[in-house]
């Protein structure tokens, strides 16, 4: 098929299905630094590159579709927040955004420590050396095994997330002739997602011990009086992709009012606080991110005022970015396989991918954005809406984007920040073989995920 050959569908709509407005780019070859990893450009002959590799021997080498991290900008943003926190606090990399192997070696090596929320994250943790008293482990429902290895790991801190669990880690540890350091998570009626948040009611879930009605206030009375555990801190995590600073300013005001309270009634100052994670990242043009160094100065003022005005000493203060480390540093390669236009609405441009290497877009409704990256192009705008090859019309990748009218089958698209979620996330919907991640770094690549095989999918099937 010629690459002009389909007609382009609606080039100037600009009405998207979300009832808002939007204009196509004034140049789609143009590759916004916002939202591509740190090494993406393009060379002489127009195909994008990373690490100082086209994608389009990428392609050729790994196959489509492939997750391509650029490594050298997840240390560079790894070395970023470690570097603005300094020696006074802690960056733990919230682990559930993208695990591997590698990933824990380059965190172990730019001194970050890592969160963990299951058996088989702690694992992947353990089997790449990362040292277990740099290891925090989350989740509302440990299982006991899960509790006993890593109690007997030697995890750095156990975050508690119930009643039961305080008694459980105290018993476990006990048995095993260990105190074990956690902390607990508290909620504080705050719930920030993107640009609000919400200071009520969001109490209403399944993580963390309410402020509310002094059952945090209780859950800290039970661990102080436990032998088995040695309670360290209160942990907060109030969302997801937040830019708005102002819901850690509220959380850090009432998890110091807690810190206050327990000085009070017990004498003791906890030495610790983590504020979590969920700062935000450029998804599209239209997102404004803070940088480490901002947030960390926004955090830290936010939580010494509040401990000034408490006359509490300052704890130790940490945080868990998961999202804002690998999120950028990654985008998904595809190739184009069909190309629909639907007179008057827009064009269905369907990939070799969807929905099983990423779920965000149907699952909350996620925002993306995408680019030709195998060529430049010089063809009127067309309105795209990228889809999957699942058997599910919700299989969409990114709903709203402009991409050249003369798409055709065969180009490459990539749709960037992709690091956080999609791959921890991948699914083996229809069958379909969860895509490698290929870390890239000084014109050499490497696998760190293999592809899925068939053989993998039927050695789980025992017949
Ligand atoms: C998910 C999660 C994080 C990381 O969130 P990001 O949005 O990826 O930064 C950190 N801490 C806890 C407790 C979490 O559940």
């Known amino acids: 098929m010629s690459r002009s050959a389909h007609p382009a569908g609606p080039r100037h709509a600009d009405v998207l299905t979300d009832g808002h407005y939007s204009a196509p ?10 939202v591509w990893a740190h090494t993406v450009g393009r060379d002489a002959d127009g195909a994008v590159t990373v690490g100082g590799i086209p994608v389009t021997r990428l392609a050729e080498e790994y196959g489509t579709p492939a997750y391509i991290l650029d490594e050298t900008d997840f240390r560079e943003r790894a070395r970023a927040w470690r570097t603005a926190f300094g020696a006074d606090a802690d960056v733990f990399y919230a682990g559930k955004a993208f695990l591997s192997r590698a990933v824990v070696r380059w965190l172990d090596e730019e001194g970050l420590n890592l969160d963990v ?29 899960e509790i006993e290895r890593a109690v007997a790991a030697g995890v750095g801190r156990i975050v508690l997330d119930s009643f039961q669990e305080i008694v459980r880690v105290a018993h476990t540890a006990e048995a095993l002739g260990k105190r074990q350091r956690v902390q607990i998570r508290i909620t504080v009626g705050v719930e920030a997602h993107t640009h609000e948040f919400i200071a009520t009611a969001h109490e209403d879930q399944k ?5 509310a009605g002094g059952q945090a206030a209780e859950a800290v009375r039970r661990a102080l009086r436990l032998d088995g555990i040695e309670l360290i801190g209160i942990h907060s995590h109030i969302g997801s ?16 009012g807690l810190l206050k309270d327990v000085r009070d009634e017990h004498g003791v100052e906890l030495p610790e606080i983590d504020l979590g994670g969920g700062l935000g990242i450029a998804y599209t043009s239209d997102d404004d991110p803070r940088e480490p160094h901002e947030i960390a100065k926004a955090l830290t003022e936010i939580v010494t005022r509040e401990c000034e005005s408490a006359r509490l000493r300052t704890p130790r203060i940490s945080v868990e970015p998961g999202r804002a480390i690998v999120g950028p540093t990654a985008f998904t390669l595809y190739e184009v396989g069909t190309v629909k236009p639907l007179d008057g609405l827009r064009t269905y441009v369907s990939v070799d991918g969807g929905m099983s290497d990423n779920i965000r877009t149907a699952l909350y409704d996620a925002e ?7 060529r430049t192009s010089d063809a009127e705008p067309m309105l795209a809406r990228v889809v999957g090859k699942h058997c599910e019309s919700g299989d969409i990748v990114v709903k709203d984007a402009f991409l050249p009218g003369d798409l055709a089958p065969g180009d490459l698209i990539a749709v960037p920040a992709t690091g956080a979620y999609c791959r921890s996330m991948a699914s083996n919907y229809n069958h379909v073989l969860r895509p490698p991640v290929v870390a890239v770094r000084d014109g050499e690549a490497r696998v760190i995920v293999r592809r899925e095989t068939e053989e993998d999918l039927l050695r789980l099937d025992v017949g």
Do not use: W
Not at 125 to 141: C, K, T, V, W
Not at 207 to 211: A, E, R, V, Y
Not at 368 to 374: E, F, G, I, Q, T
């Open 241 to 256: 992709q937040i830019f708005d600073m102002s819901g850690f300013e509220v959380a850090a005001h009432r998890v110091v």
């Open 117 to 145: 929320c299951s058996g088989g994250e702690l694992a992947t943790a353990l089997s790449a050396g990362m040292p277990a008293e740099r290891i925090a482990f989350h989740g509302n429902n440990k299982s006991p095994e």
């Open 25 to 34: 780019p004034a140049d789609l070859n143009a590759l916004d630094p916002k």
């Open 207 to 211: 993580f963390g011990i309410p402020l």
């Open 368 to 374: 993306y954005s995408v680019a030709l990256v195998s």
